[in-house]
């Protein structure tokens, strides 16, 4: 497919000519039976990475990869959920502190909502920072230094937020979740590259859903360490579990080899993405192949190995299969901006029905639900088109929003009908977790060719981030002042939109190489006339 494709256009047609001498080449030395395949246990790495290494042991590499997906993601899931069900324990920290300082009964309870309001979303303002520079750490750095240089960062706000409730200080909080989400943003960016590139084909969804399952995980577990009779008023151990997992997110990375996608397109070393190759998934006579096959997306990306953050955004921008990629990853992030108001929120909307412990409970039952989902979605993802799961659990997550809306409006009408909120809540939960979460934050690299995949996934991201800051900020005020009905433009309609642009436009990219998906792409967005592709 990919042949009949490149043969359209005489740039793709060469870029295929040089690609099958070499693989002509690397073939004769097959047959020829001269290629000597290192022994990657004894002679290529240390006493630790042989006992890490997968090297083909597919349970061992989903292992692996769950270990360095919930440790990466704790601090994203872990930090910004335990606010939810702790919340009370936090405006008595916060307020106390500004009494201790002289203000007489602490902030007003219009002004602690938009302080409180600013204490979570400053998340998104370091989250985009933090996504905005992954480009070029990833691409200059790598994929592995750039996870250890966010794990690090992510230490370093665990401890600043244990050092904020141990003192009473709230500005220092705000502080940690902006340092804490700088490391989430360039971590969990690098994080679905490094899963991506390390994993076969045939792993690459299941591996890339893992890393979503992990991240429903930790939140789960920070609403749940958040409830008042867990943690919820113990916030110096609430904040401070944090350090553990970032700790074991450094210890895991250090003996991991970098990418082989990354050490032969990026950093031109054949021999070191052998290694890397070998290290994830064992000695084959068909890794030389498997390299040459990744070469393809060299190819298509153009001949430059490496590209300036300012010009690939132009590149981006001005390429119309490129720019329909950031398009389609866009508009499947958009469905999911609900999640973080509901993540953040759903104790105080339930709160307006129903006793403050149940709240609570329901809240983690959602967040249980969704955890669950995510495990079920992990068996069916390579088994069902991603983009069929995309598009009609997206459908059903929306319209369980719809269903909150209606069940909260006819509470007046039929008092019973407020426990539809909960059945709502919990059914936004699965959906989300059996495909929209997972797919959505994985689909855009599925789209992009090597040379540009780290920045087309970091302006996505990114878009992502600022509408999710936009969204998340204004929702308690406008929920406050207008009610549930503010639901309708602030998330339904928006999702409602990018679930028909994914429906004409999102190709499928399972079971495919992601050079096929691309070519596919420039297939369809290729100018009517004969010039060349803008």
């Keep these: 497919m990919a042949e009949r494709r490149f043969s359209d256009d005489s740039g793709f047609e060469n870029a295929e000519n040089q690609l099958n001498s070499k693989s002509v080449s690397c073939y004769n030395s097959f047959d020829n039976e001269s290629i000597d395949l290192p022994d990657v246990n004894t002679k290529s790495l240390s006493p630790i990475q042989t006992t890490m290494a997968p090297a083909g042991n597919r349970l061992k590499l989903l292992v692996l990869c769950a270990v360095l997906s919930a440790a990466t993601n704790f601090p994203e899931g872990y930090c910004n959920s335990y606010p939810n069900t702790s919340?009370?324990?936090?405006?008595?920290?916060?307020?106390?502190?500004?009494?201790?300082?002289?203000?007489?009964?602490?902030?007003?309870?219009?002004?602690?909502?938009?302080?409180?309001?600013?204490?979570?979303?400053?998340?998104?303002?370091?989250?985009?920072?933090?996504?905005?520079?992954?480009?070029?750490?990833?691409?200059?750095?790598?994929?592995?230094?750039?996870?250890?240089?966010?794990?690090?960062?992510?230490?370093?706000?665990?401890?600043?937020?244990?050092?904020?409730?141990?003192?009473?200080?709230?500005?220092?909080?705000?502080i940690s979740r902006f340092t804490t989400s700088i490391s989430s943003g360039m971590s969990f960016g690098g994080l679905i590259l490094f899963l991506q590139e390390a994993t076969p084909t045939a792993e690459r969804g299941i591996t890339s859903f893992i890393c979503e399952s992990t991240f429903i995980m930790t939140t789960a577990l920070g609403i749940g360490a958040g409830m008042d009779y867990i943690f919820g008023q113990n916030l110096p151990v609430l904040t401070g579990v944090a350090i553990i997992p970032a700790v074991i997110a450094i210890v895991t990375t250090l003996p991991l080899c970098d990418t082989p996608k990354f050490l032969l397109i990026s950093r031109n070393d054949r021999a070191a993405a052998l290694q890397s190759l070998e290290f994830y998934r064992g000695v084959s006579i068909e890794n030389e192949t498997t390299l040459d096959d990744m070469l393809i997306e060299k190819e298509m990306g153009g001949a430059e190995q490496k590209v300036a953050l300012i010009s690939g955004i132009i590149e981006v921008f001005t390429t119309r299969h490129l720019r329909m990629a950031f398009i389609l990853g866009a508009a499947a992030l958009q469905i999911t901006v609900g999640i973080w108001p509901i993540v953040y929120l759903s104790t105080d909307f339930l709160a307006a029905n129903f006793p403050a412990e149940l709240a609570q409970m329901a809240s983690f039952g959602f967040i249980l639900a969704d955890f669950i989902a995510s495990l079920l979605g992990i068996l069916l993802v390579e088994r069902y088109n991603r983009r069929s799961l995309l598009i009609g659990f997206g459908a059903a997550n929306t319209f369980s929003l719809c269903l909150y809306i209606i069940a909260d409006l006819l509470i007046p009408v039929w008092e019973p009908i407020r426990w539809g909120q909960i059945v709502a809540l919990v059914l936004f939960g699965v959906t989300y977790g059996f495909a929209v979460g997972p797919i959505a934050f994985f689909i855009t690299s599925e789209l992009v060719p090597q040379r540009n995949r780290s920045i087309v996934q970091s302006l996505v991201f990114c878009f992502s981030t600022v509408m999710s800051f936009i969204i998340s900020f204004v929702t308690l005020p406008c929920y406050t002042a207008f009610g549930v009905l503010s639901f309708l433009p602030l998330l339904v309609i928006p999702a409602i939109l990018c679930e028909i642009l994914l429906f004409f436009y999102l190709p499928e990219t399972r079971a495919r190489e992601i050079h096929d998906v691309v070519a596919e792409l420039i297939e369809r967005h290729r100018k009517p006339s004969r010039g060349s592709e803008s």
């Design 87 to 174: 919340y009370k324990s936090f405006q008595h920290m916060i307020n106390g502190s500004y009494v201790a300082r002289g203000i007489e009964d602490g902030l007003s309870d219009e002004a602690y909502t938009w302080y409180w309001s600013f204490v979570l979303n400053i998340w998104f303002v370091g989250d985009l920072l933090g996504t905005f520079v992954t480009p070029y750490f990833t691409d200059n750095l790598g994929r592995k230094k750039s996870l250890l240089i966010a794990n690090f960062c992510a230490l370093f706000g665990a401890v600043l937020s244990l050092s904020s409730v141990l003192f009473s200080i709230p500005e220092l909080f705000i």
